[in-house]
Structure formats: C-alpha cells, structure tokens
C-alpha cells in the first residue's frame, strides 16, 4: 500500500481511536448495527478557569463528514490487524461492510463564534450507532482543539481592550496541522491576523511581519540594518529595536523613519520583543511622539498571555499592538479541552426512543439524557440564561430551569424575555444543508455575542456563573433515569 502523497489528501476514516471501531464490530456482530442513536458532544469545565467559551471547528467537521468513507487502502489496512491470538481482529465480512458505509447521519451543531457553558451540547448526532460511534474521536479532535484556541484568543482580545492582536505562534505550535487549526480559531476568537502564510492562503485572513533579530544582526549596525530594510520595503516599515539596547534602537527607528517621511513613506513602528514592556514602551512612546511620530504604532510580543497584558495595562503601557505566539497557539496553562461525546437516547426499530444516562462517582460526570437543544434567553439585548431542554418534551409554560450539579440552584425565566434555540442543522441523511458564513462573519459574530454578556462573566477572576440549567422537564427525567440506574425505584 502506497500512502497518500499528501496526508489530508487521503481518506481520514481511520482518523479514530482503536476502540470506535472495535466497538462497531461488536454492535455488527451482534446485530444492533440498525439502533438508532443520539450522542452529544459537550464539555463539564470552562478552559483557563473562564466564565465563557467560543465554539469553534464545525466548518472542519463539515469538511470531514462531507468525505467520510473507508477506502479500498483503509480496509486492506484494518485486515492486518490481529488480536492477541495474532488471528484477524476484523471478519472480511465486516470489512466489506464498512467499505459500502456511508455516513447518513443527522447533525445539528452551534454556529462557530457562539459563545457556550458546561454541559451544552456544541454538537448532536443522530442516526444509526455504528457511523455515530466511529466519529466521537475526529469529532472530539476537531472541536476541542478549536474551541480552546478561539476560547483563549477571545481572552487575550478582551485584555487588550480593543487594541489588535496578532497570532504569532506558528513555529511553537503542535505540528503543521495544529499550526493551521490555531490560526484559524484565533482569528475567529478575535485576533486581527496572523503571521502564518498558509494559514493566510488557505482561510483568508490578514497575514503581518516584517523582520527577526537575525535581519539586524546580518549588517554591520544597527542602523544600517534599518535603512536596509527601508530600502528594500519601504511600505511594511516595524522595526525591532532590542536586538542590542532598545531605547537607543528606538532612537535609530526615529532616524530612519525621518529618511522614509521624506520619501513619501511612513514608519509603520516598533517592536519590542524583550525587557521591561511597560517602561520601555512609555518610554519609546514619548520618544516617537516628540520626534513628530504620533502615529507610529508600538507593537509588543514576548511570550505574553492575557494575564500578562492585563498587567501591562494596568502598568500604563502604551503598546498599541500585541503580537501574541506560544501561550495562544498552544493554549499555555490548559493544553486540552476536555470535551465528551456521549450517548444519550438509543431506539431499535419501530421502538420508542430510550433515554440513557451515563454515571459516576463524579456527579460532574453524570450525563445528561434525551435529545437535547439549547434555548438562549434575552432580556434588554442581553444574554440571561441559557436553557437545556428535550426536544421531544418540549418547554413548560413556567420556564424553569434548574442546575444538574446543584437542585437547589434554579431560575425562572422571565415572560418578557426572548429566545434563541442555539443547535441549527448541519447535515440531513449525510447531506449538507447549512450554509456555511465565512471566516471574516464569524469572527464578527464571536464579537457580538461577547458583547451581550454581563461584564462579569468575561473577567479573568472568579468570573461570574452565568445561569445554565437544565428545562424542569428534563431535569426530572434525568433524575429518574438515574434512580432507576442506581436500582432505586424500580
């Protein structure tokens, strides 16, 4: 067998964890293959100890569903594959049937951008067990990853203030593919652009740069390394001034800036990539300022994360751009998301459907039954409480909702308030039916829905709980289902 000569070329149906499909052999050769199924997938925890989180990656699940199929190659492969009597772990049969699958599965999913809680499903399938059970693993790859990055490039956003951020984390990022998945859900998350080229080809965002500390080390001096690069670009002018000593590396930034103003260009700024930021960048600030560059922007990296600009802002510095790689493309301080996807509704045919729920010593970790959607309340423009309900029981009139983790802890909405049921379709029968915003839409769309947050949820610091539950309908049910797991009330 010849691989791929590129890997996303190739099929991606074995992007899957062993276990999927030793699984789907099992509901085969048991003749269960025909039960319909529900599973969800969610996460238990906000990312980096937040209050709110940034759904992203569906247009990649959209892609992988689209051409999801177990090639000739795929199957040629699983047949090499021995247990531990170092027989076939596959009969030829099963492997004959999983080259005629298709995948002909309902998806509903929440629009990328949409902000998101503990315990909301961001994606719902339905459809027969063994194509929804193959996909938890590339599901669970493709959203976990990206939520977690737009989730802490929206966190890096709101501590600037508004000011830009750029994504720089490229050459740290977990491989060529995490690399591409990072810069995309930054860019979602809020940031302005990217330093990676590809990813700028590929998604269409804004790609920035300009030189490395080897650029200035390559000439004699300092200065000529600036008028070199001024020559050579005299419309992409940022210079980074501490390759040597950084305030006089400003003063041979303004120097040069003199010489391109007189050639009918501008400097764009500076960089500074090391040292003390806060002083430093007061410092460059009335430098430029005095020598009649008001406009010329300070840009700032050096490992920084949202905790780090929260502290420079408070510090008065006058960085106006913030260049932002390893802590955001690798999420520094919380390198996974913990997403699940779990089972929660099984029917065989011509049957009523069985709600199921998984347990734990954990009661984080008890499921939640049915099929879900989730309701957003608004009251004023704002977002007040986001309600998980059962599609088929629908919503009471009195509009309860209560905490799983807590059943003292309930809301009643509000008459007035407006809503929104956040799960739209994705595919019917395999077929795509949504239509799919751009990158540029949903980044807006990220924007917007922060903004409808009261402010406390989105701060860094005990952030404030914004009211998740579950309809009263369903709690009860899930209450239910649990006694009776338990062997209680049967």
């Known amino acids: 067998m010849k691989p791929p000569t590129s890997l996303y070329n190739g099929s991606l149906a074995l992007l899957t964890d062993l276990y999927q499909l030793t699984m789907a052999y099992g509901y085969w050769k048991s003749g269960v293959a025909n039960r319909e199924t529900v ?5 238990r925890q906000h990312p980096f100890g937040g209050g709110v989180s940034i759904a992203c990656g569906l247009e990649h699940v959209i892609d992988f569903l689209d051409r999801f199929q177990f090639t000739p190659d795929d199957l040629a492969y699983l047949a090499t594959l021995t247990g531990n009597d170092q027989k076939p772990l596959f009969e030829e049969d099963f492997l004959t049937y999983l080259g005629t699958l298709k995948f002909d599965c309902d998806v509903d999913a ?19 067990i063994i194509p929804c059970q193959i996909l938890e693993t590339p599901l669970l790859n493709i959203i976990n990853f990206q939520t977690l990055i737009a989730t802490k490039a929206a966190r890096i956003c709101l501590a600037t203030g508004g000011d830009p951020v750029l994504e720089f984390g490229l050459r740290r990022a ?20 990217t330093s990676n080229v590809l990813a700028g080809k590929y998604f269409d965002i804004p790609v920035k740069g300009t030189h490395a500390h080897s650029w200035v080390m390559c000439f004699d001096t300092e200065i000529e390394a600036f008028e070199q690069y001024a020559n050579a670009m005299p419309n992409n002018c940022v210079f980074l001034v501490d390759t040597y000593d950084t305030l006089p590396g400003v003063q041979r930034a303004i120097e040069v800036g003199k010489r391109l103003r007189a050639t009918g260009h501008e400097l764009i700024g500076i960089r500074l990539d090391s040292g003390d930021l806060a002083f430093l960048s007061i410092e460059a600030r009335r430098m430029l300022d005095d020598a009649g560059f008001p406009d010329a922007h300070i840009i700032a990296s050096n490992d920084l994360d949202e905790h780090i600009i929260a502290s420079l802002k408070t510090q008065g510095a006058t960085i106006g751009i913030w260049g932002v790689g390893t802590k955001l493309a690798t999420a520094y301080d919380q390198p996974a998301m913990g997403g699940v996807y779990k089972l929660s509704a099984v029917r065989k045919p ?41 599609v088929p029981t629908g919503v009471t009139d009195q509009r309860e909702i209560v905490d799983p983790m807590d059943m003292t802890r309930r809301k009643i909405i509000p008459p007035d308030a407006k809503h929104t049921d956040l799960l739209v379709p994705i595919m019917r029968t395999g077929r ?21 947050f009261h402010a406390g949820v ?21 209450t239910q289902l649990i006694l009776e797991a338990r062997g209680h009330g049967r």
């Open 39 to 43: 599973f969800h997938l969610f996460f």
């Open 110 to 128: 929440i629009p990328e951008g949409t902000t998101v809680f503990p315990h909301e499903p961001l994606v719902r399938v339905r459809g027969n």
């Open 174 to 193: 977990q491989g060529i593919d995490g690399a591409l998945a990072a810069s995309r859900a930054a860019y979602i998350g809020g940031c302005s652009a």
């Open 350 to 390: 011509d049957h009523t459907w069985q709600y199921k729920v998984k347990l734990s010593e954990q009661s984080l970790k008890v499921s939640n039954p049915g099929i879900q959607q989730i309701r957003r309340f608004t009251l004023d423009d704002e977002f007040i409480a986001d309600m998980i309900y059962d």
């Open 432 to 452: 795509t039916v949504y239509k799919r915003p751009n990158i540029h839409d949903i980044r807006k769309h990220a924007q917007q829905q922060l903004s409808r």
């Open 458 to 478: 989105k701060r860094f610091v005990h952030p404030h709980e914004y009211p998740v539950g579950l309809e009263r309908s369903l709690f009860d049910i899930r």
